[in-house]
């Protein structure tokens, strides 16, 4: 099992950034790609971003491209997503969660991200 852990979330008017964090432990040797997850409420969990475990092939759903970049630093074991130019339906509880090769089975507790109008 991979446990993964988010940091940075919080409120933040339209227009601003945020950096959220995931660090990754146990068996991380095992993990293929890792990826970040949003749900909004009253909504399902929806993709947003993902990323190998090497830090390379970053994906994204279209509603954040050219705003929102995934990375990795190997040597921390660390995931980060940048969010600028936020908006208010950005507003979400996000996820980071390890694929391992059978699907995203190792999830986080969430971290909120609020942004006001």
């Known amino acids: 099992q991979v446990h993964m852990v988010e940091s940075g979330g919080g409120l933040v008017q339209a227009g601003g950034s945020l950096r959220l964090s995931c660090a990754a432990s146990?068996?991380?040797?095992?993990?293929?790609?890792m990826g970040w997850f949003r749900q909004a409420p009253g909504k399902e969990r929806e993709f947003v971003a993902s990323i190998s475990w090497s830090g390379f092939s970053p994906s994204y759903t279209d509603s954040v491209k050219g705003r929102f970049t995934i990375s990795r630093d190997n040597g921390k074991n660390m995931m980060y997503l940048q969010m600028n130019s936020l908006k208010p339906e950005d507003t979400a509880v996000y996820y980071c969660?390890?694929?391992?090769?059978?699907?995203?089975?190792?999830w986080g507790q969430g971290t909120q991200v609020t942004v006001s109008s």
């Open positions: 969660a390890a694929n391992r090769g059978s699907g995203y089975q190792d």
């Open positions: 146990g068996r991380t040797y095992t993990t293929l790609r």
